[in-house]
């Protein structure tokens, strides 16, 4: 085809007068959209916004005393589940120290086991839970989340053991 015959990628006066070029770039950025939507949703399926591989979080101290499961993206008013894992002696009360943000961004709507003790902790709060016959003790932590953006939390054990995480609640 030469290029004074008319064609599907020449400009056109007939029926309608067309601008070829201008299409073209109509379409490469049609094209950018639906990448960028196919991108936006992969993530969303792997967890950007709420639960999924990228947002499920498992942090261990450097000793293996402590570990907290939990999720790094949430929603505003979605409630999720912080589980802390605690190692110490046989049937001792274990003390575990929830220090930061955690207490702004959250509101505790459910903690089982019952912890032996609670008390305040500066911005905190300290709780003890007695070991098993292994020296294991675990607290399950219902959080609703009640802010918006990045908080952070520092989760630590009186022995010295300690798990820094982040959370981000998008509105």
């Not at 990628?9 to 639906?34: A, C």
């Not at 792997?46 to 949430?74: I, N």
């Not at 292994?134 to 609703?144: D, E, M, S, V």
Request: hydrophobic share 40%.
């Amino acid at each position: 085809m030469r290029d004074s015959e008319p064609g599907d990628l020449h400009n056109r006066d007939y029926p309608v007068r067309e601008d070829m070029r201008l299409q073209r770039k109509v379409w490469r950025f049609e094209r950018l959209g639906w990448y960028g939507l196919v991108a936006l949703m992969v993530l969303t399926l792997a967890g950007l916004f709420s639960k999924g591989p990228l947002s499920t979080a498992d942090m261990r101290s450097a000793d293996g005393h402590l570990r907290v499961e939990y999720q790094r993206f949430l929603r505003n008013g979605s409630s999720e589940m912080l589980v802390i894992h605690m190692q110490g002696a046989v049937r001792q009360a274990l003390e575990v120290e929830l220090n930061g943000e955690l207490l702004q961004g959250f509101n505790v709507e459910m903690l089982q086991p019952q912890p032996l003790k609670a008390s305040t902790a500066g911005e905190g709060v300290r709780l003890w839970a007695l070991s098993d016959d292994q020296g294991r003790a675990t607290l399950y932590l219902t959080l609703r989340s009640d802010g918006v953006g990045l908080y952070d939390t520092r989760v630590s054990l009186a022995t010295g053991a300690c798990v820094d995480l982040s959370q981000f609640i998008y509105p």
